[in-house]
């Protein structure tokens, strides 16, 4: 059902344009590499789902996912540089164990910017570091559960809602 669903493998995907995609574009489970200079256009679900994946990815488009612009979950270790997040549900889940280093992220015109938090319960919570992250014209930029934390430009933003998976 996904575009592509890559699973317990090495991938190296550019210069793509992934359109009307009926589920997620692209799945990633426990997998690893990079994914860059792509754009993402009328997505129904994900545009990006990442599951027990380390991964790099940059020049990345992304314009009306229905669920998430990037959902990295389940101790995914990713590094997002240069990727601009249009007319989505949400620009960037973080969850489960996970971790997100990004840098000259824009998100706009999304009902939440980011969303940090703990989704099942064998998991914990989850952590995003950043650098030249603009949110705007969103209905809430950052969401953040109590544990979970991100830190943008050296200033943390502590979690202090709680079951936030309920709310997304």
């Known amino acids: 059902e996904d575009g592509i669903n890559i699973i317990r493998s090495k991938f190296h995907i550019e210069r793509c344009l992934f359109e009307n995609i009926y589920s997620d574009a692209i799945d990633l489970d426990f997998s690893s590499g990079l994914?860059?200079?792509?754009?993402?256009?009328?997505?129904?679900?994900?545009?990006?789902d990442f599951s027990g994946s380390s991964s790099e990815i940059f020049d990345i488009r992304i314009n009306n996912a229905g669920d998430k612009g990037i959902s990295i979950g389940e101790r995914s270790f990713l590094t997002v540089d240069n990727v601009n997040i249009i007319n989505s549900n949400i620009g960037v889940a973080c969850k489960d164990d996970s971790e997100a280093l990004m840098k000259k992220i824009k998100v706009s015109r999304c009902n939440i910017g980011?969303?940090?938090?703990?989704?099942?319960?064998?998991?914990g919570p989850a952590y995003i570091r950043g650098s030249n992250i603009m949110v705007n014209d969103t209905k809430n930029s950052y969401l953040v559960e109590k544990g979970s934390r991100i830190n943008l430009d050296n200033k943390v933003i502590e979690g202090d809602q709680e079951n936030l998976k309920k709310e997304i």
């Not at 994914?35 to 990006?48: P, Q």
């Open 35 to 48: 994914i860059f200079d792509s754009n993402f256009l009328n997505i129904k679900n994900d545009a990006l």
């Open 114 to 123: 980011l969303a940090v938090f703990q989704k099942k319960a064998e998991y």
